[in-house]
């Protein structure tokens, strides 16, 4: 079995993720630092068409009237991201990306109650949460597997917040986050590291035609049978002769 390492640095997975979060704090520093500024307002309003960015912004903003809003989403950003950097480091960066915009864009567009406005991290939370899941099933990988099951069973109450339980809560934003991320790992199933290959599969790949093993053990045990089968007549060969002589003799008697 041929092994290799696909995965990115450790460095990366740690830098990355600590810049975003510093990102979201100071945002929420300066909606304290302005009161005169409504920051909620550069979220994303549903159906509004005119402004979209919300779509852009809507991950940075949270409610500057509850610290457990940004607290709650910064934990499982920083876990997620250096997950997703870390074993998908070739396409983190589209998959963040795609989950980013797609998560504010399905809340524009699906999203009812024009009245309000959805701002937090959630929704790509749940957008890295799905594809890491998803894509840890779906991959013969062990190590990706294992992080499948992480994502289970630290985040797997996150499921719940897919259905409209609480009237504060963009369960919108969850649900399309969660399906964008369902739906990205089955785009990206070839990009990423892939399961090692065995010796076989490589020679295979290559037009390399495997050698018939069967057909050569079942050459040697015809060989080997037919072998003890002439040993065998050889030995009872002389003593069919006696017998014949002994028959003659006693014939001519």
């Given at each position: 079995?041929?092994?290799?390492?696909?995965?990115?640095?450790?460095?990366?997975?740690?830098?990355?993720?600590?810049?975003?979060?510093?990102?979201?704090?100071?945002?929420?520093?300066?909606?304290?630092?302005?009161?005169?500024?409504?920051?909620?307002?550069?979220?994303?309003?549903?159906?509004?068409?005119?402004?979209?960015?919300?779509?852009?912004?809507?991950?940075?903003?949270h409610?500057?009237?509850?610290?457990?809003?940004?607290?709650?989403?910064?934990?499982?950003?920083?876990?997620?991201?250096?997950?997703?950097?870390?074993?998908?480091?070739?396409?983190?960066?589209?998959?963040?990306?795609?989950?980013?915009?797609?998560?504010?864009?399905?809340?524009?567009?699906?999203?009812?109650?024009?009245?309000?406005?959805?701002?937090?991290?959630?929704?790509?939370?749940?957008?890295?949460?799905?594809?890491?899941?998803?894509?840890?099933v779906?991959?013969?990988?062990?190590?990706?597997?294992?992080?499948?099951?992480?994502?289970?069973?630290?985040?797997?109450?996150?499921?719940?917040?897919?259905?409209?339980?609480?009237?504060?809560?963009?369960?919108?934003?969850?649900?399309?986050?969660?399906?964008?991320?369902?739906?990205?790992?089955?785009?990206?199933?070839?990009?990423?590291?892939?399961?090692?290959?065995y010796?076989y599969e490589?020679?295979?790949?290559?037009?390399?035609?495997?050698?018939?093993?069967e057909?050569?053990?079942?050459?040697?045990?015809?060989?080997?049978?037919?072998?003890?089968?002439?040993?065998?007549?050889?030995?009872?060969?002389?003593?069919?002769?006696?017998?014949?002589?002994?028959?003659?003799?006693?014939?001519?008697?």
């Open positions: 079995m041929i092994r290799q390492n696909q995965f990115g640095s450790s460095l990366e997975a740690i830098v990355y993720p600590a810049l975003l979060l510093v990102v979201m704090w100071l945002v929420f520093w300066a909606d304290h630092l302005f009161p005169g500024i409504d920051f909620y307002k550069f979220g994303v309003k549903p159906q509004d068409f005119k402004d979209f960015k919300g779509v852009f912004l809507m991950p940075l903003i409610s500057k009237r509850e610290i457990g809003h940004i607290v709650n989403n910064s934990f499982p950003t920083a876990v997620l991201l250096a997950a997703l950097i870390f074993y998908y480091r070739d396409i983190a960066f589209r998959v963040f990306s795609i989950s980013w915009i797609g998560t504010g864009l399905g809340v524009l567009v699906f999203a009812s109650d024009a009245n309000s406005y959805h701002i937090g991290m959630s929704g790509v939370v749940y957008a890295l949460a799905g594809f890491l899941f998803t894509s840890g779906i991959r013969r990988h062990r190590s990706l597997q294992g992080i499948s099951l992480f994502v289970a069973f630290v985040y797997g109450s996150m499921i719940w917040g897919v259905f409209p339980t609480d009237a504060h809560v963009s369960w919108e934003g969850h649900l399309a986050g969660m399906v964008m991320g369902v739906t990205l790992a089955f785009i990206y199933r070839k990009f990423g590291p892939q399961p090692p290959k010796m490589i020679e295979r790949d290559l037009g390399i035609e495997p050698p018939d093993l057909g050569e053990w079942n050459e040697k045990v015809r060989i080997e049978t037919e072998r003890l089968a002439e040993l065998k007549r050889q030995k009872e060969e002389p003593r069919v002769i006696y017998d014949y002589i002994e028959k003659v003799k006693n014939d001519t008697k």
